[in-house]
């Protein structure tokens, strides 16, 4: 059974995520703060974290960084839960390494349908270990990309670009699609965000970011 710890000061809140996920086959683990988090963390790892973002002491923000920095929890998927809408708090938050980002008021099938598809995905990822193309080479469990094997240092977001990309290579990737595993999330008007991230890391990886094509009003890929 997986384990989700709700980060969530909201007590009604916390009881409305915790019901559903339940009431879904999940066990949660309820935290009103970031130092709560991190006793709990001191003992079990999650199998995902519901973090708000306004939260007393530290918000989720740091939480997040905090989690990203940590070598222990630096893969534990996160989805930020917040009343925050606007466009830049959003990409903030995912471009922190958020996986996927609910805004409330949210329905509670929307929550475990999300909670659902990161978790699917994240079992998929685990997977795969070293994927390899011309002069690339990323082992996913060191999380480490090599290019003529000298050592190429990439974002969270970047990286995880980059993975899709090698495994899916051959099939054409849509900004759309790019931004729903990358970022975790469907969101129109972002393809800038995808676009911005493609041109850092072809800068990153040199002569041998020329594997990553464009298709015209379509996407990227990587050619077999």
């Known amino acids: ?13 916390r009881e ?21 988090l991190y ?3 001191e003992k079990k790892t999650p199998s995902l974290i519901l973090l708000d973002i306004m939260l007393p002491g530290e918000d989720g923000l740091e939480i997040l ?3 990203r920095n940590n070598k222990a929890t630096r893969r534990v998927p996160v989805i930020m839960v917040t009343a925050k809408t606007t466009e830049l708090d959003k990409v903030k938050g995912l471009d922190l390494g958020a996986d996927d980002y609910i805004t409330k008021p949210f329905g509670v099938m929307e929550l475990i349908s999300r909670v659902k598809a990161l978790l699917r995905r994240t ?36 990286f995880e670009l980059l ?19 990358v970022w975790g999330f ?3 008007g972002e393809s800038r ?16 970011g020329g594997v990553i094509k464009t298709v015209r009003n379509v996407g990227y890929l990587i050619d077999n």
């Open 186 to 188: 469907e969101y129109g």
């Open 39 to 41: 006793k709990a963390l």
């Open 1 to 13: 059974m997986s384990l989700i710890y709700i980060v969530e000061d909201d007590v009604n809140i």
């Open 163 to 181: 993975k899709m990309l090698l495994l899916n290579r051959g099939i054409v990737l849509t900004r759309d699609k790019i931004m729903d595993q």
């Open 16 to 36: 409305i995520e915790r019901y559903a996920l339940k009431n879904s086959g999940f066990e949660t683990q309820e935290l009103e703060c970031g130092r709560d």
């Open 123 to 158: 079992e998929e990822q685990a997977e795969s270990t070293v994927l390899a193309h011309d002069a690339i080479v990323m082992d996913t469990d060191k999380r480490s990309v090599t290019v003529e094997g000298e050592p190429c240092e990439l974002t969270y977001k970047e």
């Open 193 to 208: 965000t995808v676009d911005m991230h493609i041109k850092t890391l072809r800068q990153k990886l040199g002569e041998a």
């Open 65 to 67: 960084t905090t989690l």
